[in-house]
């Protein structure tokens, strides 16, 4: 057909607040500028003396600043290239309704008045967390509901939700959508504050659609990050993991990871495997508790083979004591999850070629850069035969295509229910995995 919809999911239950446990956030899908508003009702559930991040987002401290964060007696109200700190008594579990009007910050009643300024921020404006330029900080704490104005239009209206699948996330109410965790493990929920609310199986266009999506991809040479896009794994190291994979660095930030993360809640022990880039620009490898600076020079290409505690880059290598050690977070490529569920994403301009992981000697994923049937440009696995793709912002760039498209064989993706839209609504096919229409191809065919 010319044209294809899916309407699911097709149903929420609105809850009193989706809480972070301090490695989840929302990213909006908006970018601030001077002419933003945001009311935002939430309490912190964790005050230190570290800042915890509320929402926002900016390219870097004072540059398209929109960011409130707050810690044991201050806050912190960012907008353009100015902040403001305003010492107040913060604490947990305590409900304060922000209101930041373009540069009039208010909070449970009281107004701080940041300087006018004009700016449009490149990164998105992201809620239980802030994208600060690349890197993502985050808060614990729970969230009730929060809107968001562009030039005094709404354009975002969030509530605390749980879908028909019993996932937390927030039910944006102008578009008629969900938004879900980008960051890593769940959302935990209030209670229900009301019936289960249908979406009327609303059908969302599509250009193509598809039973068992994607069906090819295309070799490339190498995909390409600009510093926002990162790759994960979905796998969590430990001292028998080995790591083979080849980049190229073109320009770097000093303290950069190309790959890996702390393993523990805490800084130290650290747990750690990976690689960066040092203030001088050379490569530091971890592993676990130990750290060893290499004498390369980062810039051009590479080749690593982190073999268990040999770490070996191009021809020069580092032996670390034996160790015992199991991260808690996934393994990242163009990036690394610090110790606190932050991610830090790499260099700004870094190329992979493959990449290779492995168990106690047992190949577990081994990626190679590829474009899918719709050109985005990813990382197709060969263990498991997927696709991975950037769960950074903006997309990865790709190199010259290295080889013919390849079929995945139109292979099926297991889903609970399936809906094709006809006039606009979403038509049930499938559901528990019994074809409704005629067999429904366990094979993906295009409708």
């Not at 230190?48 to 707050?70: C, E």
């Not at 107004?111 to 239980?128: C, G, R």
């Not at 509901?145 to 749980?162: H, M, Q």
């Not at 660095?249 to 000093?254: C, G, L, P, T, V």
Request: hydrophobic letters at 30%; aromatic letters at 14%; one cysteine or more.
């Amino acid at each position: 057909m010319a044209k294809g919809y899916v309407g699911i999911p097709t149903s929420y239950t609105p809850v009193e607040y989706i809480e972070s446990s301090g490695t989840q956030y929302i990213d909006t899908g908006f970018k601030a500028n001077n002419n933003t508003r945001v009311m935002f009702d939430f309490s912190p559930t964790s005050v230190t003396s570290s800042w915890g991040w509320v929402f926002g987002g900016r390219n870097a401290y004072h540059d398209a600043d929109y960011a409130i964060a707050f810690k044991t007696s201050t806050w912190y109200s960012g907008f353009g290239t100015t902040d403001l700190q305003p010492n107040a008594t913060i604490t947990a579990n305590t409900e304060y309704l922000i209101d930041k009007n373009k540069n009039v910050t208010t909070i449970n009643g009281t107004s701080y008045t940041n300087s006018v300024a004009t700016f449009q921020s490149d990164y998105n404006l992201l809620l239980l967390g802030v994208s600060d330029g690349p890197t993502i900080q985050h808060c614990n704490a729970k969230l009730y509901s929060c809107k968001v104005y562009d030039n005094e239009t709404l354009i975002r209206d969030f509530i605390p939700a749980i879908d028909q699948d019993n996932v937390a996330c927030l039910y944006e109410q102008v578009e008629g959508k969900f938004y879900y965790n980008n960051g890593t493990g769940s959302f935990a929920v209030g209670s229900a504050t009301g019936s289960s609310v249908s979406v009327g199986n609303k059908a969302r266009k599509i250009t193509k659609a598809y039973v068992g999506i994607p069906t090819s991809y295309t070799p490339v040479e190498y995909i390409k990050s600009s510093g926002t896009q990162y790759i994960d794994t979905g796998f969590k190291h430990n001292q028998n993991t080995r790591i083979v994979a080849k980049f190229e660095i073109d320009d770097y930030r000093a303290w950069a990871f190309l790959f890996g993360s702390y393993g523990g809640a805490n800084a130290y022990p650290r747990r750690l495997l990976g690689v960066d880039v040092n203030n001088s620009g050379k490569f530091g490898s971890y592993y676990g508790y130990s750290y060893e600076t290499f004498n390369i020079n980062a810039l051009g290409i590479h080749e690593f083979d982190f073999n268990k505690n040999i770490h070996t880059i191009d021809n020069e290598t580092k032996t670390y004591s034996t160790q015992t050690f199991q991260s808690q977070f996934n393994d990242l490529i163009f990036g690394a999850t610090n110790y606190t569920g932050k991610i830090s994403i790499s260099t700004d301009s870094l190329k992979l070629y493959y990449f290779k992981i492995y168990d106690n000697d047992v190949l577990v994923r081994d990626f190679v850069p590829v474009v899918d049937e719709n050109n985005v440009a990813c990382l197709y696995e060969q263990v498991e035969e997927k696709l991975y793709y950037n769960k950074g912002t903006g997309s990865f760039t790709a190199g010259s295509t290295t080889g013919q498209t390849v079929s995945l064989g139109n292979r099926a993706r297991k889903i609970k229910k399936g809906y094709v839209g006809v006039n606009g609504v979403a038509r049930l096919i499938f559901s528990a995995y019994t074809p409704v229409m005629d067999r429904g191809d366990e094979l993906g065919r295009k409708i």
